[in-house]
């Protein structure tokens, strides 16, 4: 994502209060985010919790990144429980996965995470990596603006302050999103996505 896109987006996190308005400032992007853009963001995630939820609002919004730059994600992270599930979500997102050794050398305590982190790439090996290239722009069709429907802090008026009031249907659409942050084994088979609410209204 270019500078200017990236700096619109984390204008609207900054406006966040609450956690969940910052998850939902990320999914409302329409872009994608390199590896340095994708650490800046989880700094504004106090812990491994939120930060975990920010990945997966970002696992499907990010360019194709080699082992290198992915233990430099994975380094966000203190536990390496906790970076173990970041890999899972991010796996299909790796270009390069059958150089193991950026990622084995994170989890060298304990034995079966390491065996954990090495199955996970070598199943990227076999399905190869899902995530665009880095491209000059990729913001998408209106260059310097990642929030083609209108930022979320203008359109529903809720950053800083209290969360709106769910409209009847959000729940289906949560619920869509919490199946595609289920890390690899959802991004191979493919989550069920229910119809969205905008083409319900066109």
């Known amino acids: ?23 939902r400032a990320i999914e409302q992007v329409h872009g994608y985010f390199s590896s340095e853009q994708v650490m800046e963001i989880l700094k504004y995630f106090s812990w491994a919790e939120p930060q975990i939820k920010a990945v997966k609002a970002l696992q ?3 360019v194709a990144i080699p082992t290198t730059k992915v233990a430099n ?3 966000c992270f203190t ?3 906790d970076r173990l599930v970041v890999l899972e979500l991010i796996a299909l997102n790796i270009s390069d996965a059958q150089n193991f050794r950026p990622v084995d050398d994170l989890f060298r305590i304990h034995l079966s995470e390491k065996k954990r982190a090495r199955r996970i790439l070598e199943q990227v090996c ?7 290239v880095a491209m000059i722009s990729s913001c998408g069709m209106i ?3 990642p929030y083609p429907k209108g930022r979320p802090s203008l359109v529903t008026g809720t950053f800083p ?20 942050g289920k890390g690899i084994a959802s991004r191979i088979i493919g989550p069920f996505k229910p119809v969205s609410i905008e083409l319900i209204r066109r």
Do not use: W, Y
Not at 11 to 19: A, F, G, H, N, S
Not at 126 to 132: E, L, S
């Open 161 to 180: 302050g209290i969360p709106p009031v769910k409209k009847e249907g959000e729940k289906k659409e949560d619920g869509s999103i919490s199946m595609e």
């Open 79 to 81: 536990f390496s429980k």
């Open 1 to 23: 994502m270019d500078k200017k896109s990236f700096d619109i987006v984390l204008d609207e996190i900054r406006k966040c209060v609450l956690t969940d308005q910052r998850i």
């Open 126 to 132: 076999k399905v190869g990596c899902k995530a665009p």
């Open 73 to 75: 994600i994975l380094n």
């Open 60 to 62: 499907h919004k990010m």
């Open 143 to 145: 260059p310097g603006n």
